[in-house]
């Protein structure tokens, strides 16, 4: 019963804090009621700051990618409880973004400044982008992707007592947002970090680097889906694009006229698959 209130407190306040990195993230790239911002002000040299923020870039794409790797899974499994390894991962990453917005080093240089209707629509539609990011979490299982369900919140206590990391539902989700895009939580945070009416050069080194570590990241979660789910997932990627409607980037091979559908995992539209790509 002990280890089963350490492991709710625990995932909660994980929960919490990816809660207020979130709003710390929105606020920060807005350039509103923070003193730092991505914006400004500058406190040191461009040259430095160009160093500093690709350093903390990378340290958070290195931290995402590796932790999600099925090497690292293990290696954390062995040393926390079973029940806290997607926790563990969300903490870690609350931890790296966090050091990301209160060490990064703005400069003065603009790319571009709009005013009036323009401004306002690029406001509206970077706020559609965080709506449509924050949505798609609950576009599959919300609390299994924070680590909530795995500690034991919305399960019985036996159920949570042996829950891990790898106790998801194996099935696919095309139904809902996933039926306009294949990664919609990709496309809202995308669409956010571009839509603003005042783009500095600090503000697009983070909408480049975070955009390309997304088009990679998504890169490998389509190997592994299709790896999991074969022909369904080839026939899902045939008709549904990946981030943009109507535009397939990443486009995979049809299936062979006729072919035959994996459906071992139960029906196609109403469960949710496991994203790699995690928040």
Not at 27 to 33: S, T, Y
Not at 80 to 92: F, Q
Not at 121 to 146: M, N, P, Q, R, Y
Not at 160 to 174: E, H, I, R
Request: charged content about 15%.
């Amino acid at each position: 019963m002990l280890r089963r209130i350490v492991s709710l407190v625990i995932s909660a306040a994980a929960w919490c804090g990816f809660v207020a990195i979130t709003v710390w993230t929105m606020a920060f790239l807005a350039g509103v009621a923070l003193p730092r911002t991505v914006d400004g002000p500058p406190r040191t040299t461009t040259a430095r700051a160009v160093v500093v923020d690709l350093a903390l870039l990378l340290l958070f794409a290195a931290q995402h990618s590796v932790m999600a790797r099925r090497p690292a899974k293990a290696w954390i499994r062995r040393r926390v409880p079973a029940e806290l390894e997607r926790t563990t991962y969300v903490l870690a990453t609350n931890t790296c973004l966090a050091l990301l917005l209160v060490l990064w080093q703005p400069w003065d240089q603009q790319v571009w400044h709009v005013d009036g209707v323009p401004a306002y629509a690029l406001w509206t539609l970077c706020g559609a982008g965080w709506v449509l990011a924050i949505a798609s979490t609950f576009a599959v299982d919300h609390l299994e992707l924070i680590g909530l369900r795995q500690a034991g919140w919305g399960r019985s206590s036996r159920s949570a007592t042996t829950a891990t990391d790898a106790d998801v539902t194996d099935a696919l989700q095309v139904g809902g947002l996933h039926a306009i895009v294949r990664h919609p939580l990709m496309t809202g945070m995308v669409v956010a970090f571009w839509a603003t009416p005042r783009m500095s050069a600090p503000h697009l080194l983070f909408a480049v680097a975070a955009t390309g570590y997304i088009l990679v990241g998504i890169t490998f979660e389509e190997r592994d889906l299709r790896r999991t789910f074969g022909a369904a997932y080839e026939e899902y990627a045939a008709r549904v694009p990946a981030l943009v409607p109507g535009l397939r980037l990443l486009p995979g091979p049809r299936p062979a006229r006729g072919a035959a559908t994996r459906r071992t995992f139960g029906p196609v539209s109403d469960e949710p698959t496991r994203s790699t790509l995690d928040p």
